[in-house]
């Protein structure tokens, strides 16, 4: 079957850069964390979550991949980051991603985007994160979301 056309851009872009990670698309919803780790079957802390954020100095996006299981501690991100951070609602976030709240993948956006990566994923072998689409996810390793992203890693809890 094929994947919806978010989805085939996320898979088309990791088999481009020469990575072999296969998009799936599952029945149930992914769109939240525990979602995700109850669709897929592993712990919430595995699930990488895409949370956008506007530096509003910047009127940029900034994207923090946390742990399925962390709160986001926002003035923390925004102290290390020199800027102050508000919530994006949907529209932003489909404007500066490309994507859809819920299937915010960590690459793949539609202009270039800062990362903070949480260091607590960094504890797993395998990771999952969204795919473009609030049903499609990828497994990747900890490596590898930091190599694709380029992002820094930081607590962020």
């Avoid at 607590?120 to 049903?135: C, M, R, V, Y």
């Avoid at 499609?136 to 380029?150: D, N």
Wanted: charge should be negative; charged fraction near 25%; hydrophobic fraction near 45%.
């Amino acid at each position: 079957m094929p994947l919806k056309e978010s989805a085939q851009r996320i898979q088309e872009l990791l088999s481009e850069s020469g990575y072999e990670n296969r998009v799936v698309e599952l029945p149930d919803s992914t769109r939240t964390a525990q979602e995700a780790a109850n669709a897929i079957g592993c712990e919430i802390a595995q699930i990488a979550k895409s949370i956008v954020f506007r530096r509003k100095r910047a009127d940029a996006p900034l994207l923090v991949v946390a742990s399925g299981v962390n709160r986001v501690d926002e003035k923390k991100i925004a102290a290390e980051i020199g800027d102050k951070l508000e919530k994006a609602d949907a529209d932003f976030v489909r404007e500066r991603t490309g994507f859809v709240i819920g299937g915010v993948a960590p690459i793949g956006h539609a202009e270039p985007i800062m990362t903070v990566i949480d260091e607590d994923l960094l504890q797993f072998e395998t990771l999952w994160a969204a795919a473009g689409h609030p049903k499609a996810v990828f497994q990747l390793t900890p490596e590898q979301l930091v190599q694709m992203t380029e992002g820094r890693v930081s607590a962020v809890k």
